[in-house]
């Protein structure tokens, strides 16, 4: 079955306390996205990624850290989580000029 | 800067009725435009989506409507039925060559519930 899978699901962690988010897709996509939704914001991009080893900032990349080493996987690094960065965040993967296609959403709460 | 906007943060309609959601654009780089529909606890799926090219795009009782010159758009469910109770996101992007369409940017998004 075509997916997208994140880990975890859920996770409840503290002030600076380095976490990673896992993405990974089996669709053998070219593109992937990290995004967060908060109320009354929407999904804002985080950061995404072309290919291997190409990322780039997206709307919101403050505080986060990607990487691609490979094609399938695309991990999300908050190397010192904040409050503010409790939020409900998505992978999604693509190819070029195609529709994204979305994780289920890890939520995060940071204390 | 919100550059997709979405004004109406909810709409309750009745069974059988159109449903019409608006969404707003600001950046005329933006030249493909999607509709996104997302249930609790999963993750937002494609509904269907407009190329600048054109003015309408219809999928079944899904038909999404592009003006350019007002730089807007929006989607109509006809008939609404009681599952399309969930929020829809408006999302838009702008072909860059280098990212074409790996960058979308969103709307807030509107809480559509179809009563029985």
């Known amino acids: 079955e075509a997916q997208v899978t994140q880990n975890p699901r859920y996770l409840i962690t503290v002030t600076g306390k380095k976490l990673t988010v896992t993405c990974s897709q089996n669709?053998?996509?070219?593109?992937m996205s990290w995004y967060r939704q908060d109320p009354g914001l929407g999904l804002r991009q985080i950061y995404y990624?072309?290919?291997?080893?190409?990322?780039d900032k997206g709307d919101v990349p403050e505080g986060y850290k990607v990487s691609r080493k490979e094609k399938r996987n695309f991990p999300l690094i908050l190397e010192s989580p904040s409050p503010n960065q409790t939020s409900l965040y998505f992978c999604?993967?693509?190819?070029?000029?195609?529709?994204?296609?979305f994780g289920p959403g890890t939520r995060l709460l940071v204390l | 800067d919100q550059q997709v906007k979405q004004n109406s943060p909810s709409l309750s309609v009745q069974e059988g009725r159109i449903s019409i959601l608006n969404c707003d654009y600001t950046?005329?780089?933006?030249?493909?435009f999607l509709w996104y529909k997302k249930y609790p606890a999963e993750g937002p799926t494609f509904l269907i989506s407009?190329?600048?090219?054109?003015d309408k795009n219809e999928d079944g009782r899904f038909t999404v409507f592009l003006n350019k010159s007002a730089k807007h758009l929006s989607l109509h469910i006809v008939p609404s039925q009681p599952g399309d109770s969930a929020v829809y996101f408006c999302?838009?992007?702008?072909?860059?060559?280098?990212?074409?369409?790996?960058?979308?940017?969103f709307g807030q998004g509107t809480i559509l519930t179809v009563h029985p």
């Open positions: 999604a993967s693509s190819n070029p000029m195609e529709t994204q296609y």
């Open positions: 669709m053998n996509h070219e593109y």
């Open positions: 990624s072309m290919n291997v080893e190409v990322t």
């Open positions: 950046n005329s780089m933006f030249d493909y």
């Open positions: 407009i190329s600048s090219i054109k």
């Open positions: 999302a838009a992007s702008a072909f860059t060559g280098g990212t074409s369409y790996g960058k979308l940017t």
